[in-house]
C-alpha cells in the first residue's frame, strides 16, 4: 500500500459545456476518452458559456486540481487527446478542432498587421502558435488561472 506522500492529489478537471443533446459519436468518444489518474469529470448545461467556464475554473481551484481541460459537446477528442495534450508541457494549450461556419477553419487565429486572421496553414500533429483560440478543447494548468482575476471568461461577441 502506498504511503501518504505516494498517492497524488487531484490531477485533471475535465468540464463538458452541454445542450444536453450530444451525437452518439461524441458519447462513444467521450466514453473512450483516457484521463488521467485522478481526474474528474463535469458537466455543466443551462448557463451562458462564459458563466459556465468561470464555474468550471472556481471548481478546478476549489478542489485541488492542477488542470482544468474544457470540452463542448461537439469536439470529438482521441482517445489519448488529454494526455497527447498534457504532453506538450505548456501551462495553456488547445486541440485541434473546427468552426462550423463559414470559413471552416481551425478555431485559432494570429494576429497580422493586417488584423486578425483563421490560421489556415499548419502541420498536421505539430503544435502551432496562435494569439487567439476556442474554449471547445482547452487544457489549462491552475498556474494560468491563479495568476489572473476572474471572471477568466468574458462573452464579448455582441458588445
Request: charged share 20%; hydrophobic share 40%.
Amino acid at each position: 500500500m502506498p504511503g501518504s506522500w505516494e498517492i497524488p492529489g487531484p490531477d485533471t478537471l475535465v468540464v463538458t459545456l452541454t445542450r444536453e443533446l450530444v451525437t452518439m459519436r461524441w458519447a462513444a468518444s467521450l466514453r473512450a476518452l483516457n484521463l488521467p489518474q485522478n481526474s474528474d469529470i463535469r458537466f455543466l448545461a443551462g448557463m451562458p458559456y462564459d458563466h459556465a467556464r468561470n464555474v468550471g475554473c472556481e471548481e478546478a481551484l476549489n478542489r485541488g486540481f492542477q488542470w482544468l481541460f474544457f470540452l463542448d459537446d461537439d469536439v470529438v477528442m482521441p482517445p489519448d487527446g488529454i494526455h497527447i495534450l498534457k504532453a506538450s508541457n505548456l501551462p495553456l494549450v488547445s486541440g485541434l478542432y473546427y468552426r462550423r461556419h463559414e470559413p471552416v477553419t481551425p478555431v485559432a487565429i494570429t494576429l497580422t498587421p493586417q488584423g486578425p486572421q483563421w490560421i489556415t496553414g499548419y502541420e498536421k500533429g505539430k503544435l502551432f502558435p496562435a494569439d487567439y483560440v476556442g474554449a471547445g478543447c482547452l487544457l489549462i494548468h491552475r498556474s494560468v488561472l491563479e495568476k489572473m482575476p476572474s471572471p477568466w471568461f468574458e462573452w464579448w461577441s455582441d458588445q
